[in-house]
């Protein structure tokens, strides 16, 4: 099992930026992809961004392409998620996410096996 940590969230206006990062303790963390969700008041969680094992796949939702960078620095066992032009629609907790398979990528909730504790993220109009 792979303990996350995220952090970096925070109260921001309409248009600003925010990063946030996510450590990784506990098990080899370069064979195995990286996610960000989110969970908006009222809303299931919901996928926002992947990172393969490498970093040279990455996948977006349709609501945050374009906004958002997710990238990973694997000597620092380290995800991160870049957020530009941020809009009050994107008020939710983020987590953070491990794939429960090694050399697998998809965006499935149930394939991600180790959770962060989330992070606040306000945008405020």
């Known amino acids: 099992q792979v303990q996350l940590v995220e952090s970096g969230g925070g109260l921001v206006q309409a248009g600003d930026s925010l990063r946030l990062s996510c450590a990784a303790s506990g098990r080899t963390f370069s064979t195995y992809t990286m996610g960000w969700f989110r969970q908006r008041p009222g809303k299931e969680r919901e996928f926002v961004a992947v990172i393969n094992w490498g970093g040279s796949i990455t996948l977006y939702a349709d609501s945050v392409k374009g906004r958002f960078t997710i990238s990973r620095d694997n000597a620092k066992n380290t995800v991160y998620l870049q957020m530009n032009s941020l809009k009050p629609e994107d008020t939710a907790v983020y987590y953070c996410?491990?794939?429960?398979?090694?050399?697998?990528?998809?965006?499935?909730?149930?394939?991600?096996?180790?959770w962060g504790q989330g992070i606040q993220v306000t945008v405020s109009s």
């Open positions: 996410a491990a794939a429960k398979f090694e050399f697998w990528i998809g965006v499935r909730t149930n394939a991600f096996g180790s």
